[in-house]
């Protein structure tokens, strides 16, 4: 979960004419996956040209908005007694005479629509994932009295609709952004919400996509995690008249000076395409990094999860990459306790993730979902045997983990200062394998790719100094970059 940074004030037309600065405060929560903290970032760059400057403080907010996640499960519990906590807040400003907007977005937004207005009076307005380019008018509406709910799929692409941050607050927000390509999903694995609340598959053009990764980069980002439900399948209008694919993608940011690096997250193994092991192979700027879902090792389960493909093509993948890209650290996804997962299915994940060797990944128990086939499966697993073979499976994992990360140790690896550290005098960073770094380093450098040699490696991060080197690292990627 991330609150948002602040951002600018505006100007305002005041009744007597005089030109003053009014700014109005926005508290955005984000729950669940980078591409809510992608969306949040973009409805608070919407509402800026309202005067919306946004607050890590919620008690000082004028409109707070809760970017909800539905993927697992209490999902929507989590949200209404949020708003039982804003209900209280709202109820204390408006005795002080200063009321509270409260807007719910995000995929319980989408999920729930007009019965969210029902079950919480506190809400003034809903928005799905789909609508965001329309929040000023929906704002507007609220305050007005109305109660808008905007769940449908609207004909325009928001994209186009959505201003494009100024250079000021792309700068805040940090050297590493996000940028999402891809939204919905097709697939329709048995499990999941997606498809029904983010909608089937829309890959945003090519065109598009270079103009906003080359106004990151002119504002000072060094490091885009392209992102989608589905991101290997993007297949964007290519200008023209055909499509691109994913790998064409990277090769045409590749060429973007001053973009050092580039990430993409979710893949799905049935959309790993031939030019994509290409930009592994190639492109430098690609960093050796790769979340790969499988969800289960059992070729039964994976069937019956339609995840259309079986464990096999899944070592193949995996083989083709290292092949590509020999030094490339691998996450994934994992289900445990999928409905009629037997000892011997689970056996199987243990038998992947022993062969495939993570570097790290996210597993859960299987979540039943309302509306999804999975859900109404009458076998399911009870919870005392998934809880007992999440605890198994994370067991390993974190086995592997450990490994990895203590093979750092020793390094000299470059890292891209992306924060400061806890410490004082400290800056944090990620490794080109997604490790947390932290050191002591001067302020100035926060922004930069710096060699650091690795001198520990702890639970969940790496620390280490700054090498003193001229800038000469063990992977490729530090080729003319400064320290
Ligand atoms: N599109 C990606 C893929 O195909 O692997 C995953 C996207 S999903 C937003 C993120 C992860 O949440 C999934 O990979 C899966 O492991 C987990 N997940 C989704 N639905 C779930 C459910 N019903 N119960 C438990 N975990 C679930
Ligand atoms: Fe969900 Fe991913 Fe399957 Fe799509 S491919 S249904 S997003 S798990």
Redesign the pocket.
């Known amino acids: 979960m991330r609150a948002h940074a602040p951002v600018r004030s505006s100007t305002s037309q005041l009744p007597d004419n005089r030109q003053e600065t009014q700014s109005q405060r926005l508290f955005i929560k984000t729950y669940g996956?980078q591409m809510n903290v992608y969306d949040s970032d973009r409805m608070s760059d919407a509402l800026a040209p309202k005067g919306y400057e946004t607050t890590a403080a919620p008690d000082t907010a004028d409109l707070v908005i809760l970017n909800t996640c539905h993927?697992?499960e209490k999902a929507a519990e989590k949200v209404y007694s949020e708003l039982g906590r804003l209900r209280v807040l709202k109820e204390a400003r408006l005795k002080e005479g200063r009321p509270l907007t409260i807007g719910v977005a995000g995929c319980v937004a989408q999920a729930e629509g007009e019965e969210m207005l029902a079950r919480a009076p506190v809400v003034d307005f809903v928005v799905g994932p789909q609508a965001y380019h329309r929040l000023p008018q929906l704002v507007e509406r609220a305050h007005d009295g109305e109660r808008p709910v905007e769940t449908e799929f609207p004909a325009e692409d928001k994209f186009e609709h959505l201003p494009q941050a100024d250079r000021k607050i792309t700068l805040g927000r940090g050297p590493a952004a996000f940028l999402t390509i891809q939204e919905g999903?097709d697939?329709f694995?048995t499990?999941?919400v997606?498809p029904y609340t983010r909608g089937a598959e829309v890959s945003r053009p090519l065109t598009q996509l270079l103009a906003e990764a080359r106004a990151l980069v002119d504002a000072g980002v060094r490091e885009i995690t392209l992102l989608g439900?589905?991101v290997n399948a993007w297949h964007g209008d290519d200008g023209t008249g055909g499509t691109s694919s994913l790998g064409r993608l990277l090769f045409a940011l590749a060429e973007i000076d001053g973009l050092e690096r580039l990430r993409y997250t979710?893949s799905?193994p049935r959309d790993m395409h031939e030019d994509l092991f290409a930009a592994h192979r190639d492109l430098d700027k690609v960093m050796p990094y790769l979340h790969l879902?499988v969800?289960a090792g059992s070729d039964r389960v994976l069937k019956a999860m339609n995840r259309q493909h079986t464990a096999q093509e899944y070592f193949e993948l995996i083989d083709r990459l290292r092949e590509a890209r020999p030094d490339i650290a691998l996450s994934g996804?994992?289900?445990v306790g999928f409905p009629g997962e037997t000892d011997a299915d689970f056996d199987d994940t243990m038998e992947l993730v022993r062969r495939v060797e993570y570097a790290q990944a996210?597993s859960?128990?299987?979540?039943q979902?309302p509306g999804t086939p999975a859900a109404t499966h009458d076998e399911q697993v009870p919870e005392d045997v998934k809880t007992e073979r999440l605890a198994r499976l994370q067991a390993l994992l974190n086995e592997q983990a450990r490994a990895f990360n203590a093979a750092a140790v020793g390094r000299t690896m470059p890292v891209l200062l992306d924060r400061v550290g806890k410490r004082e005098g400290q800056l944090a960073g990620r490794s080109p394998y997604l490790q947390a770094v932290h050191l002591d380093a001067p302020a100035h450098l926060r922004g930069q790719i710096v060699p650091v040699t690795i001198e520990a490696a702890h639970a969940n991060s790496l620390s280490g100094r700054l090498a003193e080197t001229t800038g000469v690292a063990d992977t490729g990627e530090m080729k003319g970059d400064a320290a």
């Open positions: 996956c993927i697992r999903c697939k694995c499990f999941c997606v439900q589905n979710t799905h879902p969800q996804d994992f289900i996210y859960f128990k299987y979540s979902r």
